[in-house]
């Protein structure tokens, strides 16, 4: 009897058993919402991510019909990265040299 009273207090002190449909004090009642809002967020997330990543695919492939429009662009990048670069390249293999030197 002392272990119910320990693990019951409020009804072993009264002498009353432990009712059927009561619930247990110690132990707190499930709230089903916050797991199922989670995991509602993750798909929604999830689909949100492929809906993006959807769009990004139906665009590439767009712009590979437009073939036109690279040719130049390209001429133009290859001139800004290669020839436009050049003295940052020289002031850092000089730097380079310096500090090896």
Known sequence: MRARAFLRPALARR???WPN????????????TLPLTVLGAAVLRLLADFGRFSRFVAESGRALGD??????????????????SLPIALFLSCFTGIVLA
Do not use: S
Not at 67 to 84: C, E
């Open 15 to 17: 002498g009353d058993r």
């Open 21 to 32: 449909h009561a619930v247990n004090p110690y132990i707190p009642p499930m709230n089903w």
């Open 67 to 84: 073939l036109r429009t690279w040719p130049g662009l390209t001429v133009l990048q290859m001139r800004r990265l290669g020839v436009n």
